[in-house]
DNA sequence: CTGAGATTGTTGCAATCGCAACGAAACCTC
DNA sequence: GAGGTTTCGTTGCGATTGCAACAATCTCAG
């Protein structure tokens, strides 16, 4: 999760110019996006798009899923998970399921009404997205995805997110 | 700093593969880069990074600050700022001075123990921003950062952000 | 089998957040 | 200069967050 900090060998290094230009436009710009995304959902009158993204998460696995598989993908801590479940079963868009094989915990499971969610927040999570990201073309789009790839440590690979 | 909603002529256009790609890898990444630098302020003992941007920005200013004209740049709320600003002038580091020309607001100084702190500060964010950084080149940082600029809608300029 | 230790997930609490409402001063128009 | 509007900044309140502590179960060496 955690990077490693730089060892004896590199004694505090000062970012060169460009890593801060960098480092500041991807702060602004992903912060202004996400944003944009998150504000087109609210005024729809949908939840924050971490909602979308379980959702999404346990229809992509395809079968009930337990919450520790989730939070890698996710990116989220377990505590963090494990309220934001209690607010969607509390809406009813997902189940808790009795886990057999290791009674700790549970698997996940989105109900209908969370399938339908899902499928009605992409109907405008997609074209924000689309509106938010229309100033770069294809691309520069894919330079831009294998730039930050290549920042982030992830292999260019070809599964898609796509919805 | 709204972007504008898509008009009549694009009828809810899906964002293509490589936009949705550079979507994802833009917010996964942002996410763990950030994460990483947060958590080295932490583990020194400081405060979150949004601390040494205020501190940063009054100082580069080089004069007393009203509150709007730091708000726009940092791309934050008003009440988000206004509660900032009060942490971290209980804790001694920045001043409300009392304005003259508008008796709504003040000025915004930091104190010499923000001053201290944040230069503190930046010995722990540099490193922990170029170990973040360094699986790009310059020649990389400099691309990604045009793409950023595009995507966000901001032109190539050469103002720094150094500290 | 047994007890130490790791894993999974939840929760109490205090800190922080977003929103909407607000007060006060500035601005603007007639 | 009176009255309506806008701007600046703050605040009450309920929702959400992070952290550290926790219970329950699993794992595994001896």
Redesign the interface.
Known sequence: ??????QLK?P?????????????????????????VE??LKDAGFPELSWYTVLWELERAGKPTRPKDLAIPL?ILPYQLSRLVDRMQSEGLVKRIQCEEDKRGHMLEPTAKGFALRKAMW?VY????????K??D????????D????????EHTDC???G
């Open positions: 999760m955690r990077l490693q900090q730089s590199t505090s290094r000062i970012p060169s110019d460009p890593l801060q230009r960098a480092w500041v436009a991807l702060g602004r710009v992903s912060q202004a996006i996400q944003c944009h504000s087109a990116f109907a997609a074209p924000a997205m689309d509106e938010a990201m100033r770069i294809d691309k520069e789009a894919l330079k831009l995805a730039l930050l790839n290549k920042l982030g440590g992830i898609s997110d796509k």
